[in-house]
């Protein structure tokens, strides 16, 4: 089971941080899905935390972290643009390509991020 948290409305250049609770931690991943566009990976952390992944259009402004003992990941994301307006959906698969693609087998509800301009 994954839930996730922490959205809500920022204004742009602002930051937020998203979390992830996890029931059992595997290779995790953050995407996002705005209105009308198909639901997209922004980064990638796996179980051992030894390599993370951030899509282009994220790297410099999010980082995906995790805290084991927690069974939590998160997602920093600063310098908020408009574009990054969605709902923010944690997923987990017990393989890391899996949680780089849409194809990743366990999915969180979402969480909404809303960016003012």
């Known amino acids: 089971q994954l839930v996730e948290s922490g959205g809500g409305l920022v204004q742009a250049g602002g930051s937020l941080r998203l979390s992830c609770a996890a029931s059992?931690?595997?290779?995790m991943g953050w995407f996002r899905q705005a209105p009308g566009k198909e639901r997209e990976v922004v980064a990638a952390?796996?179980?051992?935390?030894?390599?993370?992944r951030h899509a282009e259009s994220v790297k410099g402004r999010f980082t995906i972290s995790r805290d084991d003992a927690k069974n939590t990941i998160y997602l920093q994301m600063n310098s908020q643009k408009p574009e990054d307006a969605a709902v923010y959906y944690c997923?987990?698969?017990?393989?890391?390509?899996?949680?780089?693609?849409?194809?990743?087998?366990?999915w969180g509800r979402g969480t909404q991020v809303t960016v003012s301009s």
């Open positions: 952390i796996s179980w051992s935390a030894g390599s993370t």
């Open positions: 059992s931690m595997y290779n």
């Open positions: 997923a987990a698969d017990s393989s890391f390509n899996m949680v780089l693609s849409t194809s990743a087998t366990y």
